[in-house]
Nanobody, 122 residues
Framework: VQLQAFGGGLVQAGGSLRLSCAAS????????MGWFRQAPGKEREFVAA????????SYADSVKGRFTISRDNAKNTVYLQMNSLKPEDTAVYYC????????????????WGQGTLVTVSS
């Protein structure tokens, strides 16, 4: 499975962006998928995850109410809609698939995409 994240860019505080993560090589429709981010000088952190059917989602407290994860299994793609962006959301965002244990926030994921940079200016 190859994952490619895109949609990052420069946005002003309060603005919105939608990230996409497209999978190729094989379907990811049977895998939970997640988004993570890594800010400069900080460790990578969990952002959001979604079950394979999309019925269950999980969010980091820092993004609850502002970010929405969704997926379209027909397109083999997962999305992250980011609203009310803050400068502290600036990071490289990564998508991942197939957590190897329960507890999406801390699980080891089998597949990772390259990151897409989100920069939020104040």
């Amino acid at each position: 499975v190859q994952l490619q994240a895109f949609g990052g860019g420069l946005v002003q505080a309060g603005g919105s962006l939608r990230l996409s993560c497209a999978a190729s090589g094989r379907t990811v429709s049977s895998y939970p998928m997640g988004w993570f981010r890594q800010a400069p000088g900080k460790e990578r952190e969990f952002v959001a995850a979604i079950s394979w059917r999309g019925g269950i989602t999980s969010y980091a407290d820092s993004v609850k109410g502002r970010f929405t994860i969704s997926r379209d299994n027909a397109k083999n793609t997962v999305y992250l809609q980011m609203n009310s962006l803050k400068p502290e959301d600036t990071a490289v965002y990564y998508c991942a698939a197939d957590p190897t244990s329960t507890g999406w926030e801390t699980a080891v994921y089998t597949y990772w995409g390259q990151g897409t940079l989100v920069t939020v200016s104040s």
